[in-house]
């Protein structure tokens, strides 16, 4: 299950989250204007100027720190104080420079971000911004405001990496090493280490340490018995072939074993496993150390578990079971990190809320740790997407949550009682917030944007008083690009009732007059949801408003069976992927074409990458009549990875119809339009398979397609093979479905 932690992010960006090479076109090459202004809107992220790192709170004050990348304080960290509101630099931008350079021995350009953690300092109650710059690790004391070297193996330069973990008391380190760990204590020393071996590793997990620091909870990750996939090395003459462990759909699933570790005294304690083939995450400990937490995922994700382990002999106990036998309760979402959310133990050492869709929206419920249930907290017809906190008094806990009915994507900062439910919004504004609650629970930073306005820093105090501002992103440098927010789109969806949202982007030069062929960037997985809500938006709609630039109106839509809304909503493909999804985006194209005659609908394309490259096939095979060209990138299928398959669809033996019924393989007669696939030979999340079996069927039905093989590449191609691709795909549609006429 590795590979699946990043599987989201890359489906997500494709390859946008590193900053590749320009594109090259042959010299005299009609197409590199327009190339270059899709260009340049494909990198609009890069003009903006915007605090990226996450802001740190002081463990014990209503104090934080950030990393100024905008106004006067541009360039170093800023120590704010939420309940004084004030802002003051802990070392002037020049002075930090000066600093640097002078320990480096020569001239230190800053970044415009720079990640950093808080370390304890030398004494009992001094904080240090831990960072690292070319390679060298430095800390700021945000007492005596200077910088130092560290070396490598400081406890505080090991923070910096998130494989290792700081122990509550601050006395020892949980240091992953290659396949194994290690527990360093005060003194750089060994206090226990185990190493691993191939296929069979092991991993400190979140939340590894008791509150006390008395016990380590690890993980050791059997892969051995897992089906392999062929990596193979193409750079030279001698091939060099890589098995890699794939849990493919009705294949064994990687066994974790859980082990309790006592640095102190040497001892490792195995856990039992929970039966079956299952999923497991470490939610946590309860307060008071006494038991850890852990979360156990059937493999078709109909039954969730919480069971409580005693550190000191292993025992294991069940605290709750939750099933839910005609769909599921948790599927890749939930794998990736639903989980880490899914239980928030309260301070009295005697309950936790626990997060269920039983009554059709995601809500939060109280329960004792005996598995009893005292009541549902919140209800409505909203989704709570997390509990951020428990207020200063305990009476009531801090939600992350769609509660507006006018606008169910939003994600807003709310209050709700513990006793009676009751919801009282925190966040004045609308559009996506990402919340920080202070340790005390008093204040809160706000991180917030919508489509049409740019990401600004607010400090808010959970009583209710007004907010102040400490920072806002800076996008006066989109304004050479004419930049404007897409266009809000709301159609039904093919059942005739159910409202579908999504949005439509225009060439900065859109002549309503002309006509132009029409694009779908698409998605359409059960995990994701794609229509960008934020100022920045999302993987597809960076692709497709670069697309767009070319002369293209293009559509991203969030179609039934994606996340954030009901229970119900997201159940519609349950058991039938593959045979919803389209049949939403045909209507939806159909219904915005109805009143935008510069919509051409004889000339339609689809665009997708990872899942969405499985359903840009699907597209291409099931709707031939509307699409007329579709080029999928390292598509999906669904006898791929089990997490990302069997909890949406069923295993493989109790729903052969369903399987049979998703399969693009099956559909390739169907083939009209012009096709072209991409996939990298050295793709973990979607094996080369996929797309060399859906050749095979176009090859055997007599189709014509094209097809880009990279080299080397992973899942989403990177650095130059990056540009290569997503030119490729620029010019596919170009020649395919010609320009607005």
Known sequence: MRQLVVFLSACLTAGIG?????????????????????EKYYHFLDRIRDTLVAPRWLPDRDQFVYWSAVGPHRGTWVLVDAQERTMVPVLPSEALQAELSQLVGQKIELPENIHFVLAPGP???????????????????????????????????????????????????????????????????????????????????????????????????????????PIVDYSTGIEHVKMVPYSKVGTPLMRSELYVVEPATGRVTQVPPAPGETYDWLSGWRPDGSEALVLHLSRDGKRLELSAVEPSTGKTRLVLREDRPESFVGALDFAVDGWSRQVTPLGDDKHFLWMSERDGFRHVYLYDYAGKLERQVTQGSFPVHQVLGVAPKKDAIFLLASAEGAAPYDRLFY??????????????????????????????????????????WDVGSTDGGAPFRYAKADTSALAELHYSPPEPLTVQAADGTTPLYGVLYKPWDFDPRKHYPVIDVIYAGPWLSVVPWSFVGTGESRWANSLAQLGFVVMVLDARGTPGRSKAFQDVNYGRVGQTEIPDHVTALRQAAATRPYMDLGRVGIYGHSWGGY???????????????????????????????????????????GYAAGSNVSLARNLRGALKMMHGTSDVNASLS???RMAEALIREGKHFEMLIMPGQPHSPEGSAFVYYRDDVWRFFVKELGGPR
Request: net charge neutral.
């Open 690 to 692: 996929t797309t060399m």
């Open 615 to 657: 359903f840009a096939l699907r597209g291409m095979l099931t709707a031939p009549e509307l699409f007329k060209a579709g080029y999928a990138g390292a598509p999906g299928a669904l006898e791929e990875e089990a997490v990302i398959n069997e909890p949406n669809l069923g295993l493989a033996n109790e729903n052969r119809a």
């Open 415 to 456: 209050r709700a009682s513990l006793a009676e439910g009751g919801l009282k919004r925190l966040s004045p504004d609308p559009g996506i917030h990402r919340i920080l609650l202070a340790p005390s629970g008093r204040y809160y930073i706000d991180g917030h944007s919508t489509r049409v306005q740019p990401r600004v």
């Open 123 to 229: 004494g009992p109650e001094e904080r240090r911004i831990v960072f690292q710059l070319q390679g060298q690790s430095f800390a700021l004391g945000l007492s005596d405001r200077r910088v130092v070297a560290l070396a490598a193996t400081d406890r505080a330069a090991l923070m910096l990496s998130p494989s290792h973990h700081l122990s509550p008391d601050g006395r020892t380190i949980a240091v992953q090493r290659g396949a194994g760990f290690a527990v360093v204590g005060s003194d750089g020393n060994a206090l226990l280490e185990r190493s691993g071996e191939e296929h069979y590793e092991w991993q400190i997990p979140e939340r590894a340490w008791s509150p006390d620091g008395r016990f380590l909870v690890v993980w050791r990750n059997d892969a051995r018995g897992v089906h392999k996939i």
């Open 18 to 38: 590193c900053m590749p090479p320009r594109s090259v076109a042959p010299q005299g090459d009609p197409l590199q204007a327009r190339f270059d202004v899709s």
